[in-house]
C-alpha cells in the first residue's frame, strides 16, 4: 500500500519560516510528479507547489518568491520551504504524488495519492 506522510506542520508568526517534508513509503514507486497542495477553512483545495520529472515547477500565485519546493528521488520525498508566512497561508497542507507502484519490475498505471494532510497556522 503506498502512503505519503507529511511532518513539519505547525504554528508560526507572520513573517516566520516552517519546512514542510513528505515521504512515500509501501513499496517500489515511479514518480512522475510530486508536490504540495493546501486547503484553507471554508475554502476549495489549492496548488501549492508541482514539480513534475523533467521540469516545468509551478507554484500558486500567492506564494510565488515566498514557498520553495525541492525533491529528493532516491529518498522518495518532496520538502516544501515556507518563507515570509503570513496569515492567510493558514490551511491544511496536504502532499501529493502521481505515482505508480512497480510491481515485478513492472510499473502499473500511474494514479493521484494524497497524504493525510498537516495543518500550519501562521498567527501572532
Known amino acids: 500500500q503506498v502512503r505519503l506522510a507529511e511532518s513539519g506542520g505547525g504554528l508560526a508568526q507572520p513573517g516566520g519560516s516552517l519546512r514542510l517534508s513528505c515521504a512515500v513509503s509501501g513499496g517500489v514507486v515511479s514518480i512522475y510528479s510530486m508536490g504540495w497542495y493546501r486547503q484553507a477553512p471554508g475554502k476549495q483545495r489549492e496548488l501549492v507547489a508541482l514539480?513534475?520529472?523533467?521540469?516545468?515547477?509551478r507554484y500558486g500565485e500567492s506564494v510565488k518568491g515566498r514557498f520553495t519546493i525541492s525533491r529528493d528521488n532516491a529518498k522518495l520525498s518532496v520538502d516544501l520551504q515556507m518563507n515570509n508566512l503570513q496569515p492567510e497561508d493558514t490551511a491544511v497542507y496536504y502532499c501529493y504524488g502521481d505515482l505508480s507502484r512497480v510491481v515485478g519490475g513492472i510499473a502499473e498505471g500511474a494514479k493521484d495519492y494524497w497524504g493525510k494532510g498537516t495543518l500550519v497556522t501562521v498567527s501572532s
Open positions: 514539480m513534475p520529472n523533467g521540469g516545468g515547477t
